[in-house]
Nanobody, 126 residues
Framework: QVQLVESGGGLVQAGGSLRLSCAAS????????MGWFRQAPGKEREFVAA????????LYADSMEGRFTISRDDAKNTVYLQMNSLKPEDTAVYYC???????????????????WGQGTQVTVSS
């Protein structure tokens, strides 16, 4: 059974930090790009960040640039999202996912990710 499990979400005040983890089991994803998406109440799921198969290529949505950092530890089959300077508008359910390729120009398209975790709630109070 292939499974992605997110953890590390919670309630924080504006300006605080959280570190999300996504642990994969059932198979290794070391040869694939990984991504983080989020979905706020009443909104579509949106791209947050992505990291290439070797960890060298990263991409962030404009609103997250400079505040969030994506990383991966292939020995643990885990991807992380360090979130700093959190804002109330960051409140959402955060999902990790496995991309269908190592890295492509379609890295921000959620339709190109074929394995998803269950999500972890992040709530930022003002």
């Amino acid at each position: 059974q292939v499974q992605l499990v997110e953890s590390g979400g919670g309630l924080v005040q504006a300006g605080g930090s959280l570190r999300l983890s996504c642990a994969a089991s059932g198979r290794t994803f070391s040869n694939y790009a990984m991504g983080w998406f989020r979905q706020a109440p009443g909104k579509e799921r949106e791209f947050v960040a992505a990291i290439g198969w070797n960890g060298r290529s990263t991409l962030y949505a404009d609103s997250m640039e400079g505040r969030f950092t994506i990383s991966r530890d292939d020995a643990k089959n885990t991807v992380y999202l360090q979130m700093n300077s959190l804002k109330p508008e960051d409140t959402a359910v955060y999902y990790c996912a496995v991309h269908s390729a190592m890295w492509t120009t379609a890295i921000t398209m959620k339709s190109r990710y074929n394995i998803w975790g269950q999500g972890t709630q992040v709530t930022v109070s003002s």
